[in-house]
């Protein structure tokens, strides 16, 4: 979010993309974040991505993923497929998270759209990246800036307790910095920034 640019950018990387983990080989990018948290995650990207600079680090939890997108009244989206899966009658090493959502315009709320963003087992990350940022921009359309200030009370709440951010971030004057950035993008388009992946 810049509020100089007039939009917001979004980057999705994939997870299992392989990069080099300064002071630990080459490996998955998701590795570096095992390996030393985000502020590994932050200097591999930044290695990676020469210029880029990330300024601050928040990380939500699924809890509160589920309840931000309840509380600003659930995200209509445009499912593509059924996304199914039940791990009634397999052995425990086929076992991955339940899912049952019919294609479709619809309502997704709490549970049902954690399961929806989070689902990787028929898809690539590119895919999944793709569905997840889809989700975002529909959630930001459908939010109007006066419902997040009459909500403000609750979401508030909800990232206190969900999320971990930066030192620079776990201060007053920086979650309303962080605050007042997010109010004034609320308006701003998202743009998508495609990472060139090559499998």
Known sequence: MDPDR?????LSMPR???????????DKLNASY???GPDLTRRTIEDLLPGVEINHIVNVNFAGFRQ????IGCVYADVDRRYYHSNLGLPVSAHYAEIDVDPGYQRLCGQRALD???YRHGDNDIVRS?????FLRSAKDQVSTSQLVG????LLKILRKNTQTDKRLSSVKGALRLGKLALYSSDKPVVQVEFPAVF
């Open 6 to 10: 007039g939009v917001t950018s979004v």
């Open 68 to 71: 931000a997108v309840s509380a």
């Open 16 to 26: 299992d993309l392989k990069v080099t983990i300064p002071g630990a080989g080459l």
């Open 34 to 36: 095992s390996v030393g």
């Open 151 to 154: 909500n403000l009370d609750e």
């Open 116 to 118: 929806y963003v989070r």
């Open 130 to 134: 793709a569905r997840q940022q889809d």
